[in-house]
């Protein structure tokens, strides 16, 4: 397939093939308040240092926030957080309202009852074509024993260990 007869709705049907889980990052805003977003694009790039990555489209309105901010979390949710990915993807809506969150580095939200939680410092951005590509080095990390929320196909799965 050449440039000139690319379909974005193929590529993205092909792209869902790959299962991946869900995160929420979370930061504030230049004046304290909460922000966060739910994201699919998170994956691990060193061990040494440790070093994350994820995208945020360049129209989402959060955007300018995370360019600025220092530090973020990333939340991978737990099979039962649908309702909260549902929130977090959601432009414009009260996220943290009805939302159990504590203060994490410099204030910034984390949520409770996720399978995972990773504190990051921002490190690098960079231009990812109709997104900026984030690197964080991870400061913190922590799990429990809970099954992830998976996305496949359009959709949110569950996890079967083979």
């Known amino acids: 397939m ?43 790039v060193s061990m040494d240092p440790p070093l994350i990555l994820w995208s945020l489209a360049k129209d989402s309105y959060s955007l300018p926030c995370f360019q600025k901010a220092e530090y973020y979390n990333i939340h991978i949710l ?30 910034t939200p984390i949520l409770k009852d996720c399978a995972a939680l990773l504190e990051c410092r921002t490190r690098h951005q960079y231009d990812g074509g109709d997104h900026i590509i984030f690197v964080g080095e991870v400061l913190s990390h922590d799990h429990c024993e809970t099954e992830p929320l998976i996305f496949h196909q359009g959709q949110y799965a569950t996890c079967a260990k083979i």
Not at 18 to 40: K, L, R, W
Not at 83 to 107: E, Q, T
């Open 2 to 44: 050449t440039q000139e007869n690319f379909d974005p709705r193929a590529f993205r049907n092909t792209l869902s093939q790959f299962a991946t889980g869900v995160t929420i990052i979370t930061t504030v805003d230049e004046d304290g308040a909460p922000v966060g977003i739910t994201a699919s694009s998170f994956n691990s």
């Open 78 to 107: 737990s099979q039962t957080q649908e309702d909260i990915s549902n929130l977090f993807a959601r432009p414009g809506a009260d996220k943290f309202g009805d939302v159990d969150f504590m203060p994490g580095r410099d204030n």
